[in-house]
């Protein structure tokens, strides 16, 4: 076991050492895995940051009361009645003067221009009570002041604004033909409601000609399995027809579906370049078998197996796919890691995101390089262990 | 105990043949051969006429179509590639025309490759690859590249290599077809030694008849069959 070891190690490092001899043609394959991986790790980081903005904004203690099937905000509808209902429902915390925290909000979408494209997008603009912001995690205004009750003001996301122009400090924007003063900029801990624009409710009611119409209803409830007696209480009430989820699974739910369509995207375009590169892999490894077809024989003739060339010309290959690997790696960390994106989201307003390269995400990459590698090992390590050593020797 | 009238290498009605296109060649039909210990052989005999064939078929790295070939009391016709395999690592070393090193490893490497088939330690092998560069005289020259050394040193290196796990059988494929006269001798002597003081049986396929003047005796391959010269010493 030792010498067979040994063996392969001895193959491996010799066919290492003349890789100079064929330098070109090793750096052709390196490269062309390393594009594979790149465009790979960039789909996945993609997907990875945008389910991370989403999913990462949800608590489990607090529950989002949609309207029955509605599955997104924009869909749904809650009546003054249903929200007073809700306000009454079991498991939902009081505050210290007894009344329910709970936030019954409006989310219509207007329009945005994006600063880097200058195309439009649907933002999202939110109404919302006194008790909205308690309700979600980390809400912090890092700039300016909250909005006056009454009045046409508006608090932005960080990450709205970076990324769509007219959304700084003290500027006015035109929503359905009033306007709105920017009086404050808020962080939400890098989540989803950085992406949002907020706004007083009864204002946005009014003026959006919504009156007494809600679309969620967000609750903090006593403990988070709370949420089970929050259902069964609006399941038994027929005046309620409203589905009743806690807001880590309601955003778990919006990101996977873009998410999932990311990597479905992603996915089927790195296996069809990763044939691309097999292609070349294949050729480059024949190659390296060809010109050390001679070195080969040698061995053989001393005595090595045809099991410790077939591994080091496998091994060779799966080096140099290795090293694509890394390099794709490394070049979507320094073109892509934290670059900033907006897509749509399951509300159909603009989420900014930033892609997020997790060691899971590299981890795939590398997987799918070492994939290439062995697949174009392969058969031109067969062809290595199966070499007649007298043709070989004597050309 | 073995003596130098024990036979090395016994050939019995060897049929070799070889097809090329439609047609069938036939280097070897029903030769036979002995060859007792401790003897150093050339192989002379025009091109064409199966010289290196027959040590390809001693050293097994090709097999015959008939007879049997006999090596130190071994059928080597009846293994296995991979019990041939086995058994050219420890009975046999392979001196080619040229050379045959790893161009990127160094003088002592290339001569530790056969004892990495082993179990020798890694402090043996250097005292082993030591001693065998010290026998063709290349110790001040261990960590040398083959590029860095002269094509007589490299055959040196080469025969370093093919004595390092003290093999009895040495076969040498025109070992000094590619060196200047004073070069070849000095390889030569070198063979002469192995065979003298370190009792290696040695095959030597070669052109020159200065070189062969070095064997024992020489053979030579006509048609198929051999012409034995007795040479003097």
Same mark, same amino acid.
């Given at each position: 076991?030792?010498?067979?070891?040994?063996?392969?190690?001895? $193959?491996?490092?010799?066919?290492?050492?003349?890789?100079?001899?064929?330098?070109?043609?090793?750096?052709?394959?390196?490269?062309?895995?390393?594009? +594979? +991986?790149?465009?790979?790790?960039? *789909?996945?980081?993609?997907?990875?940051?945008?389910?991370?903005?989403?999913?990462?904004?949800?608590?489990?203690?607090?529950?989002?009361?949609?309207?029955?099937?509605?599955?997104?905000?924009?869909?749904?509808?809650?009546?003054?009645?249903?929200?007073?209902?809700?306000?009454?429902?079991?498991?939902?915390?009081?505050?210290?003067?007894?009344?329910?925290?709970?936030?019954?909000?409006?989310?219509?979408?207007?329009?945005?221009?994006?600063?880097?494209?200058?195309?439009?997008?649907?933002?999202?603009?939110?109404?919302?009570?006194?008790?909205?912001?308690?309700?979600?995690?980390?809400?912090?205004?890092?700039?300016?002041?909250? *909005?006056?009750?009454?009045?046409?003001?508006?608090? $932005?996301?960080?990450?709205?604004?970076?990324?769509?122009?007219? *959304?700084?400090?003290?500027?006015?924007?035109?929503?359905?033909?009033?306007?709105?003063? %920017?009086?404050?900029?808020?962080?939400?801990?890098?989540? $989803?409601?950085?992406?949002?624009?907020?706004?007083?409710?009864?204002?946005?009611?009014?003026?959006?000609?919504?009156?007494?119409?809600?679309?969620?209803?967000?609750?903090?409830?006593?403990?988070?399995?709370?949420?089970?007696?929050?259902?069964?209480?609006?399941?038994?009430?027929?005046?309620?027809?409203?589905?009743?989820?806690?807001?880590?699974?309601?955003?778990?739910?919006?990101?996977?579906?873009?998410?999932? /369509?990311?990597?479905?995207?992603?996915?089927?375009?790195?296996?069809?370049?990763?044939?691309?590169?097999?292609?070349?892999?294949?050729?480059?490894?024949?190659?390296?078998?060809?010109?050390?077809?001679?070195?080969?024989?040698?061995?053989?003739?001393?005595?090595?197996?045809?099991?410790?060339?077939?591994?080091?010309?496998? %091994?060779?290959?799966?080096?140099?796919?290795?090293?694509?690997?890394?390099?794709?790696?490394?070049?979507?960390?320094?073109?892509?890691?934290?670059?900033?994106?907006?897509?749509?989201?399951?509300?159909?307003?603009?989420?900014?995101?930033?892609?997020?390269?997790?060691?899971?995400?590299?981890?795939?990459?590398?997987?799918?390089?070492?994939?290439?590698? /062995?697949?174009?090992?392969?058969?031109?390590?067969?062809?290595?262990?199966?070499?007649?050593?007298?043709?070989?020797?004597?050309? | 105990?073995?003596?130098?009238?024990?036979?090395?290498?016994?050939? =019995?009605?060897?049929?070799?043949?070889?097809?090329?296109?439609?047609?069938?060649?036939?280097?070897?039909?029903?030769?036979?051969?002995?060859?007792?210990?401790?003897?150093?052989?050339? =192989?002379?005999?025009?091109?064409?006429?199966?010289?290196?064939?027959?040590?390809?078929?001693?050293?097994?790295?090709? !097999? !015959?179509?008939?007879?049997?070939? #006999?090596?130190?009391?071994?059928?080597?016709?009846?293994?296995?590639?991979?019990?041939?395999?086995?058994?050219?690592?420890?009975?046999?070393?392979?001196?080619?025309?040229?050379?045959?090193?790893?161009?990127?490893?160094?003088?002592?490497?290339?001569? #530790?490759?056969?004892?990495?088939?082993?179990?020798?330690?890694?402090?043996?092998?250097? #005292?082993?690859?030591?001693? &065998?560069?010290?026998?063709?005289?290349?110790?001040?020259?261990?960590?040398?590249?083959?590029?860095?050394?002269?094509?007589?040193?490299?055959?040196?290196?080469?025969?370093?290599?093919?004595?390092?796990?003290?093999?009895?059988?040495?076969? !040498?494929?025109?070992?000094?077809?590619?060196?200047?006269?004073?070069?070849?001798?000095?390889?030569?002597?070198?063979?002469?030694?192995?065979?003298?003081?370190?009792?290696?049986?040695?095959?030597?396929?070669?052109?020159?008849?200065?070189?062969?003047?070095?064997?024992?005796?020489?053979?030579?391959?006509?048609?198929?069959?051999?012409? #034995?010269?007795?040479? &003097?010493?």
């Amino acid at each position: 076991m030792r010498s067979v070891l040994l063996q392969m190690l001895a $193959v491996t490092a010799i066919n290492l050492r003349s890789l100079p001899k064929r330098l070109w043609l090793s750096l052709a394959t390196v490269v062309a895995v390393g594009l +594979v +991986v790149m465009v790979l790790l960039t *789909f996945l980081a993609m997907a990875n940051g945008f389910q991370r903005t989403i999913a990462g904004s949800g608590a489990e203690d607090i529950a989002v009361v949609l309207r029955g099937g509605s599955r997104a905000e924009l869909n749904s509808v809650v009546s003054l009645d249903q929200v007073r209902l809700i306000e009454d429902g079991p498991g939902i915390a009081k505050r210290a003067d007894g009344k329910p925290q709970t936030s019954a909000e409006l989310y219509v979408t207007v329009d945005g221009i994006k600063r880097s494209t200058r195309t439009k997008a649907n933002l999202p603009l939110r109404g919302l009570g006194p008790q909205g912001p308690a309700l979600r995690q980390g809400i912090v205004i890092t700039a300016g002041r909250m *909005f006056n009750p009454g009045s046409n003001e508006i608090i $932005v996301g960080r990450a709205l604004g970076g990324e769509f122009e007219g *959304f700084d400090l003290g500027q006015t924007v035109a929503f359905n033909n009033t306007r709105w003063t %920017v009086v404050g900029i808020f962080s939400a801990e890098a989540g $989803v409601f950085e992406s949002e624009i907020w706004a007083d409710l009864p204002v946005l009611q009014s003026l959006f000609k919504r009156t007494g119409a809600f679309q969620v209803v967000r609750a903090r409830l006593t403990m988070p399995a709370s949420i089970e007696a929050l259902r069964s209480y609006s399941d038994g009430d027929p005046r309620l027809k409203l589905d009743v989820m806690s807001e880590a699974d309601y955003f778990a739910q919006q990101a996977s579906s873009t998410a999932d /369509l990311i990597q479905k995207l992603g996915w089927p375009l790195a296996i069809a370049m990763a044939f691309g590169s097999l292609a070349g892999a294949l050729n480059t490894m024949y190659s390296s078998v060809a010109a050390r077809a001679s070195e080969i024989a040698t061995l053989r003739a001393i005595g090595f197996g045809g099991f410790s060339t077939f591994v080091g010309t496998l %091994v060779e290959s799966m080096i140099l796919a290795s090293f694509g690997g890394v390099l794709g790696a490394a070049a979507t960390y320094l073109m892509f890691d934290g670059f900033t994106a907006s897509t749509v989201g399951g509300n159909f307003g603009q989420v900014v995101f930033h892609f997020e390269l997790s060691l899971r995400v590299i981890g795939q990459g590398l997987l799918l390089a070492l994939a290439v590698g /062995l697949l174009g090992g392969l058969f031109p390590a067969m062809r290595a262990a199966r070499m007649p050593i007298v043709a070989a020797l004597y050309g | 105990m073995s003596s130098a009238s024990d036979p090395m290498i016994g050939i =019995v009605d060897l049929r070799k043949t070889f097809t090329k296109g439609k047609e069938t060649i036939t280097i070897f039909d029903g030769l036979n051969l002995a060859i007792p210990k401790a003897d150093f052989v050339a =192989v002379m005999g025009p091109s064409g006429s199966g010289k290196t064939t027959l040590l390809n078929l001693l050293g097994g790295i090709d !097999c !015959c179509d008939a007879g049997t070939i #006999e090596i130190a009391g071994i059928r080597i016709d009846r293994l296995s590639e991979g019990q041939l395999a086995h058994w050219r690592a420890s009975h046999v070393g392979f001196v080619f025309q040229f050379y045959n090193l790893m161009q990127m490893l160094t003088a002592a490497q290339n001569v #530790e490759l056969p004892l990495l088939l082993t179990r020798l330690g890694g402090k043996a092998r250097r #005292e082993r690859v030591e001693a &065998a560069l010290a026998v063709v005289g290349l110790s001040d020259r261990l960590k040398h590249y083959p590029k860095e050394m002269s094509g007589g040193q490299q055959q040196r290196v080469a025969i370093a290599r093919a004595i390092v796990s003290d093999p009895e059988l040495l076969l !040498c494929d025109e070992p000094t077809g590619d060196l200047d006269r004073r070069t070849a001798d000095e390889i030569l002597s070198i063979l002469q030694l192995l065979n003298r003081d370190f009792g290696k049986t040695i095959v030597m396929v070669t052109h020159d008849p200065a070189a062969a003047q070095y064997a024992r005796r020489a053979l030579h391959l006509d048609k198929g069959h051999f012409i #034995e010269k007795e040479l &003097a010493a």
